[in-house]
């Protein structure tokens, strides 16, 4: 093990304007399915462009997948086919030992946290290997030792009696997950280690993966509790209670909303039916509403994501961390398709929205788009070139 004793830290000192929230700020794919040693800087919004193949999609499922494992859930529901994620020509070792790896960096209140995470997919999916380090200095690593025990062996800093502390932790989560219930948080170095593990499950948890399926959004939908699902199916119920909750928020989507459909658009309406259910309506402003039941598929993906760019935490089914004030929170939406079946006055005015909401630091958005010569050049947009 690299891990060593640490030395007090300094008091933090940041610069004028420099952003606190936990966030996301690099992407690396070591050897992930087609992307072998990539690395991709994350802004407040950031567009993976390129053809059919050239690996957009998996980028952002390799995002998804760090934020689900950040939030504690075992390797086998985050990759259910964990083989589709072996770059294609890995051949495996003289006992048959195939994977990937994946990692990221948090920046946030503890400066810039690097997490890196090894995966064996075959001949069983376990974690190998896990490295949380910051300004240099390996705070916690993993080791499989002994591959007939579920176990990897950790080491992280303690810097009281005995330097390093040495524990084995189970080979099916992410330990970086496991550290506040392991790591007593009594000396510097401790504490260290917590607040740099801290700021990377916080930056991971909070990400909403939305792909929003226009054939389930055109029914009526029961009412419930009023979190946007990542397929946007209950959209209409999502509306009944965002429109009475924040009338500001809801005059800005209203005024996205009327920049990308057809006809004047007064307002975006919720109806409750005889049945319980409840619809999603355009309100013309004549005396005349028109469900969104009627609309293309192209405004109603475009509706759907400019709900979630103007929402938060608080109205969408994400897992964002209850212990962190509102104000230190940012939310990443991953937008696989971000330009489907929009038109170009439609995905120009999302776009916009996004980078306007990016600016303000509480939203982040990860896209993926065909074409990037139409959103080369926006401000506040990072596009990433890819090629197959």
Known sequence: MSVTSLPTPPPARFPEGYDVRARITELRLSAFAGHRRASFPLGAVTLFAGPSGSGKSTALAAYEALARLGGGAPLAEVFPDPSAWVPDRARPDAEGRRGFRIGCTADGAGGPVQLDVAVQAEPRLRVVGERLSAGGVVLLETALRDPGRPTVQAAWHT?????????PLPDDVLGTTLLPLRVAGKTDGQRRVLAAAEQMVVALRSVFPCDPAPARMRL?????????????DNLADVLSRTRTECGRRHAQL???VR????GPVTDLAAERLRDGTVRALLDRGDGHRTELARLGEGELRYVALALVLLTGPGVLEVDAPGEVPDALRTLTVLADGFDRCLDPGQRSQLLATAAR???????RCAGAISDPGWAAGTPGVTVVHLRP
Do not use: D, K
């Open 357 to 363: 909401m990016g600016e303000r630091g509480h939203i």
């Open 159 to 167: 810097a009281g009696a005995a330097p390093v502390t040495r524990a």
């Open 220 to 232: 009526p939908v029961p009412t419930g509790s009023g979190r946007l699902l990542p397929g946007c």
């Open 259 to 262: 920049a990308g459909c057809a």
């Open 254 to 256: 209203v005024e996205v």
